[in-house]
């Protein structure tokens, strides 16, 4: 059964940097699109950004040029670099690749 594990998550001040992990315990055939998503407090999960098979990157224009995802199809793993952290960035963050999802991880800006 293919797990997806988040790591990198934390508590950062405002214009500090993180950098999200996400690799799958086992192999997945196929993939062409891994993603990244967050769901802030009573809010609807939203798309953050994803990197396609192709290497084509696209970004929600919330994170855009803050932002960096890449991955390693191969490897089945995907990262998520966030600069210029800002306290609206406060969510939990979900890997996704195909069909299977991580469990999430919080990332918390302060003010």
């Known amino acids: 059964q293919v797990q997806l594990v988040e790591s990198g998550g934390g508590l950062v001040q405002a214009g500090g940097s993180l950098r999200l992990s996400c690799a799958a315990s086992g192999s997945i055939l196929g993939i062409y699109y891994m993603g990244w998503y967050r769901q802030a407090p009573g809010k609807q999960r939203e798309w953050v950004a994803h990197?396609?098979?192709?290497?084509?990157?696209n970004y929600a224009d919330s994170v855009k040029g803050r932002f960096i995802i890449s991955g390693d199809y191969a490897k089945n793993t995907v990262y998520l670099q966030m600069n210029s952290l800002k306290p609206e960035d406060t969510a939990v963050y979900y890997c996704?690749?195909?069909?299977?999802w991580g469990q999430g991880i919080q990332v918390t800006v302060s003010s």
């Open positions: 990197i396609t098979s192709s290497r084509s990157t």
């Open positions: 996704t690749m195909h069909i299977y």
